[in-house]
């Protein structure tokens, strides 16, 4: 059974880069027929869609956080990884790793999420 | 991109039905039929519950259905339960390949 789990620090610095890691467990990241990616859900609040990545590398961004953010995959570890750069408190979130179903088009939905890892920006 | 429109809550008592709204523009609910509907119970992960506008996943109860008119996409829930109460998100793709969700709905069971 196909799972994902996120890993990274709980605590980052205000003006330092967030990163974390997404493991891909029970099936190939290499995949045709998804797109991986992030979501985040501040405390109390709702879901925001970083970014994703194929696994050929082509990604695509939020505009609001395009700016700071990187998505990379690295395929023979079975991972993806998400790097947000000069964090404020407004960063402070739960951020979930998740597959992309990949439709015809675009993005289906997302079928399958991480359990999600607390990042604390804080000095 | 701006969030999709959702009504900050809604409330049912149980058996009855409720329809909760998405409003979003023809470059993302108006475009297209990737519109997806999200349960979220306080301090678990997101579940899938409607995808494609209308369709369930294998597993979702067949109280849960969703439809689209123009811009608008709308997740209806019959013979509320207890269980269902948490919040909802809608959320669509765009027309600049990326993704939009809705700010939530609380859901209610009186």
């Known amino acids: 059974q196909l799972q994902l789990q996120e890993s990274g620090p709980g605590l980052v610095k205000p003006s330092e880069t967030l990163s974390l890691t997404c493991t891909v467990s029970?099936?190939?990241?290499?995949?045709?027929?998804?797109?991986w990616g992030w979501i985040r859900q501040p405390p109390g609040k709702g879901l925001e869609w970083i970014g994703a990545i194929y696994y050929s590398g082509s990604t695509y961004y939020n505009p609001s956080l395009k700016s700071r953010v990187t998505i990379s995959v690295d395929t023979s570890k079975n991972q993806f990884s998400l790097k947000l750069s000069s964090v404020t408190a407004a960063d402070t979130a739960v951020y979930y790793c998740a597959r992309h179903s990949l439709g015809s088009y675009g993005y289906r939905y997302f079928d399958l999420w991480g359990r999600g890892t607390l990042v604390t920006v804080s000095s | 991109q701006s969030a999709l429109t959702q009504p900050a809550s809604v409330s049912g008592s149980p058996g009855q039905s409720i329809t909760i709204s998405c409003t979003g523009t023809?470059?993302?609910?108006?475009?297209?039929?990737?519109v997806s509907w999200y349960q979220q119970h306080p301090g678990k992960v997101p579940k899938v519950m409607i995808y494609d506008v209308s369709n369930r996943p294998s597993g979702v109860s067949n109280r849960f259905s969703g439809s689209k008119s123009g811009n608008t996409a709308s997740l209806t829930i019959s013979g509320l339960q207890a269980e269902d109460e948490a919040d909802y998100y809608c959320s669509s793709y765009t027309s600049s390949s990326t993704v939009v969700f809705g700010g939530g709905t609380k859901l209610t069971v009186l």
């Open positions: 023809s470059s993302d609910i108006g475009g297209y039929n990737y």
């Open positions: 029970g099936g190939p990241v290499s995949s045709s027929s998804y797109y």
